[in-house]
């Protein structure tokens, strides 16, 4: 079955360091990527998505390529901010699976002033 | 994009009781799923409700246990009967958007059962 497997946390930042959350993936098909965020007391929200090898999506200042060879989409921001405090769940969805996502089990990151 | 609404946003619940959440999309949708997403944990999809068919279930899911109903293309509730501890978690309503397969979640539903 599809499975993702993130970096686990939680992670402890300093602002304006650069920021690593690695995931990687194993599905039946050919997956479309996502990276969602959920902010504390909040849903989750879209922050970005790769639909074929080798995209990279971006948003925010945060960055994740599609690599089909390794089966990562590894998230990354440059300088990451306090207000980027919140739980990032890496999912994927494959067009064969009914519209369903598999998501990663999360990973909460705190930035401190 | 898509816009959803859930109801309540938070409830407190005794033991044995059942709760009846709410979702409601701004646009017509085929699908719709319910996830749980339990204390510190990712989210679990509990079923698919698709307008029109009963819901599908995911495994350690039932329909005795998590009712769905899917009457119009925009709206669809979740109840949470026989209510014990183990229940308490958030409840997240999503719907698929029409490209790439990305979700669009509700505010979703904290419930605590005491």
């Known amino acids: 079955g599809d499975s993702v497997t993130q970096m686990e946390g939680p992670v402890t930042l300093s602002e304006e360091a650069f920021l690593t959350i690695n995931c990687t993936y194993t599905a039946t098909g050919y997956p479309s990527l996502f990276w969602y965020v959920q902010y504390p007391g909040e849903g989750l929200q879209l922050l970005l998505k790769?639909?074929?090898?080798?995209d990279k999506g971006s948003n925010k200042g945060f960055e994740a390529t599609y690599r089909k060879e390794t089966t990562s989409f590894h998230l990354e921001k440059g300088s990451v901010q306090v207000s980027d405090s919140a739980v990032y769940f890496c999912?994927?969805?494959?067009?064969?699976?009914?519209?369903?996502?598999?998501f990663g089990d999360g990973t909460t990151l705190t930035v401190k002033p | 994009s898509a816009v959803i609404s859930q109801k309540p946003s938070r409830d407190i619940c005794q033991r044995g009781t059942s709760l009846t959440i709410q979702c409601q999309v701004d646009s017509q949708v085929t699908m719709m799923f319910w996830y749980r997403q339990q204390p510190g944990q990712s989210l679990t999809l509990i079923a698919t409700a698709n307008q029109g068919s009963e819901a599908t279930y995911e495994s350690g899911f039932v329909i005795d246990k998590f009712p769905i109903s899917r009457p119009n293309l925009t709206f669809s509730t979740l109840t949470v009967s026989n209510m014990s501890p183990e229940d308490s978690s958030i409840y997240l309503c999503?719907?698929?958007?029409?490209?790439?397969?990305?979700?669009?979640f509700g505010p979703g539903t904290r419930l605590t059962v005491l």
């Open positions: 790769a639909t074929k090898a080798d």
């Open positions: 999503s719907v698929e958007a029409a490209t790439d397969n990305e979700q669009f």
């Open positions: 999912a994927l969805s494959v067009n064969t699976n009914a519209g369903k996502s598999t």
